[in-house]
């Protein structure tokens, strides 16, 4: 094997582990997640595709962050490696509630899922096709005991009710539905177990525009109720600014910046972030669109660029940025970006988050 | 849903008239004519008449005078009318010989056909789940195998180390033998015996042959099991069961099994038939006297009401048993129920 190649295959996992803060629900730590390409007579591992690569932000109780980014970015992977279901981590830490996520055990993770929940992309293909409305949301809920036996049916009716699904819906199967209901069902499935931490991964991107609305308006309203704490994926620009307090801005597995979602869309630092929004479309005629179009398609994060994965792609591009890769700092208090450009700006003194 | 079945049974019909004629035209034109071959030895008798007015005159007899429609419209009256006729072959009644030897070939299908489900099923499961192992290897390799292993070279093979290789003490006399029979369905001395060992001599003679049926047909089922089950684990309603954090056991049992249950109740559903269609080379190579072997005895010389009578039986069963897996199908998907 040649040097380059066992260079391809080598991870490279330091990072400074973090501390537990208590006002953080989730903290997620250089965060990696590579799938093995195999190749060859014996399907010998023959490098990765690296689908996240390194995302490191902390995630307060009780607020909404948006992970926004081109599709394959990764931020779906993210997504689910955060929550444990697509097998093991590569590298990097996740600390749930102060726990890392990865050395619970299998009986500690079963129940631990009851406190973080996914709502899938697909309201469909996540339902299973054999069982009936009820026992899909209810399952969990009998598993884990989460109500007494005696409380159970009233207790899921109350779930679906919340959700805007009648009763009568129990004994349906999920064919049955429109895909509003079934994104209800998903989203009822996932709280029934009360959880305190929601994935929503692309939640309304199977809908359409009125019924977008509506479900927004009950993760919403569902937040308030329940203090929910949300990390929404999506690629739709706007419902992440509708709904979040902070927004992730991801590119080809890293995350390029993060703040405030006031900060992010008034105030855009890194290149990609500013080509990003000036993709979003203004209601009105005559207003002048500064559209910063990307030329070329996203490269393949198997063999990403070297230095700055978005180098061959940036408008701002200089000879440093294929060579080394940018920092991860802290630009103004709160507000991270990775990016060359702003290697002079000291990094914000007052981590005041 | 009655409307529907009543509909299928229709069709049903139609398809079995088709494949009837079918079959019918063929064994017309089949070169073993059993008309043929004892007309040639009548007219080689000494003093006997030609060929030409013998053939002439069996074949009025038997009915073979008129073409090909007319004696497929007749046959067709008659096997409606419960009119089956008598073999040529066997000499007797076509039902009260195929009554005689399915039986043999049903519950020998039967057994294999419950073993082949106990052993494939949970092997296509564990391959599927423990996907790229060792284990999942050594059971595809070994199900590729069994596929590709020629029934008559694996009965010999058995043979070889089970009857000659392998030798017992015979419990009665206490001289050496093979620890299963090379071939047969009883022992010698079968009539003495009582009801109890009668059972057991029985059993015994057909360890192998069943052996050899479920061996020969588990690698398809187990195959088919994987595959099918490989692809609901994948399916993104398997990682919501995940997310629920329910255990792996039920994950695989009560989510992905009973989704892998569709496709499965087709393949069995369409293998009832075959419960009754016997198995030609087992049965040739054991000596038993089985539907198998007497049809195939019976086709070869051109026996045409015993084989109509047959392949009539096994196209009817085949119909029904596509019916039954459609309506199993609504049982086990609710996503068919009303269609």
């Known amino acids: 094997m040649s040097k380059e190649k066992a260079q391809n295959l080598r991870i490279d996992n330091t990072f400074d582990p973090v501390t537990y803060d208590p006002q953080y629900i989730l903290m997620v730590n250089n965060l990696k997640k590579y799938f093995p390409i195999k190749g060859g007579m014996i399907s010998r591992t023959v490098g990765y595709v690296k689908a996240v690569d390194g995302v490191t932000f902390n995630l307060k109780r009780g607020t909404t962050m948006g992970l926004v980014g081109e599709s394959g970015c990764g931020k779906t992977t993210c997504g689910r490696t955060i929550l444990r279901l697509s097998g093991d981590k590569t590298g990097g830490q996740v600390l749930f509630n102060g726990k890392e996520v990865y050395d619970l055990s299998d009986r500690e993770m079963r129940s631990m899922r009851t406190k973080m929940q996914i709502i899938f992309q697909d309201p469909f293909s996540s339902l299973s096709p054999r069982l009936p409305v009820g026992e899909i949301i209810g399952e969990a809920v009998r598993e884990h005991n989460v109500v007494s036996r005696a409380e159970f049916d009233d207790y899921i009716d109350g779930v679906m009710d919340n959700c805007g699904l009648q009763p009568f819906h129990k004994d349906r199967y999920p064919h049955e539905f429109s895909g509003g209901q079934r994104q209800r069902i998903c989203i009822a499935r996932a709280l029934a177990v009360n959880p305190e931490f929601v994935v929503c991964d692309e939640p309304v991107s199977a809908l359409d525009v009125s019924i977008q609305a509506q479900i927004i308006n009950l993760l919403e309203d569902l937040q308030e109720k329940y203090k929910l704490t949300y990390l929404f994926i999506s690629h739709d620009l706007s419902v992440v600014e509708h709904i979040s307090d902070t927004v992730g801005v991801m590119y080809l597995g890293n995350l390029v910046e993060y703040g405030t979602t006031k900060d992010i869309f008034g105030e855009p630092l890194h290149p990609y972030t500013k080509a990003l929004f000036s993709a979003i479309p203004v209601p009105d005629p005559d207003a002048k669109m500064k559209r910063i179009v990307l030329e070329g398609s996203i490269p393949s994060p198997a063999n990403p660029p070297s230095g700055c994965k978005f180098h061959t792609r940036c408008a701002n591009c200089m000879k440093i940025c294929s060579e080394v890769t940018p920092e991860w700092k802290e630009i103004r208090p709160g507000h991270f970006c990775a990016c060359h450009l702003y290697d002079d700006v000291k990094p914000a003194e007052t981590a005041a988050e | ?339």
């Open chain 2, 1 to 339: 849903m009655r409307k529907y079945i009543i509909k299928r049974l229709l069709l049903a019909v139609i398809i079995f008239f088709f494949v009837m004629l079918i079959i019918y035209t063929v064994l017309r034109c089949l070169p073993s004519s059993y008309v043929e071959t004892i007309a040639r030895e009548k007219s080689q008798q000494p003093g006997s008449k030609s060929y030409q007015e013998w053939l002439d005159q069996l074949n009025a007899m038997y009915g073979l005078d008129k073409g090909i429609i007319p004696g497929y419209i007749g046959w067709l009256g008659e096997f409606f009318t419960g009119h089956f006729g008598d073999s040529w072959k066997y000499t007797v009644p076509v039902i009260d010989k195929f009554n005689e030897v399915v039986w043999l070939s049903f519950e020998m299908g039967v057994i294999t056909m419950i073993l082949e489900l106990i052993i494939a099923i949970p092997l296509g499961i564990i391959a599927a789940t423990k996907q790229y192992s060792k284990t999942d290897y050594t059971i595809s390799i070994l199900a590729l195998a069994f596929i590709s292993l020629p029934t008559f070279f694996f009965i010999a093979l058995l043979k070889l180390v089970f009857c000659i290789k392998i030798q017992i003490p015979d419990p009665a006399t206490g001289s050496m033998m093979g620890l299963f029979p090379l071939t047969g369905l009883f022992s010698r001395t079968y009539n003495q015996m009582t009801p109890v060992q009668q059972f057991f001599d029985r059993a015994w003679h057909l360890v192998l042959p069943i052996t050899t049926l479920v061996i020969i047909s588990i690698g398809g089922l187990m195959r088919y099991t994987r595959t099918n089950m490989l692809e609901v684990l994948n399916a993104d309603y398997i990682r919501t069961a995940r997310a629920k954090g329910l255990s792996e056991k039920k994950v695989i049992y009560h989510h992905a099994f009973r989704n892998t249950l569709i496709p499965l109740v087709t393949i069995v559903g369409g293998s009832l038939p075959g419960l009754f269609s016997g198995a030609l080379f087992t049965e040739t190579m054991f000596s038993l006297p089985g539907i198998g072997y007497i049809s195939y005895n019976a086709m070869i010389s051109g026996d045409i009401p015993f084989s109509m009578f047959y392949l009539a039986f096994l196209a009817i069963l085949t119909l029904l048993g596509n019916l039954i897996a459609d309506i199993l199908y609504a049982v086990v998907d609710p996503r068919v129920r009303l269609a």
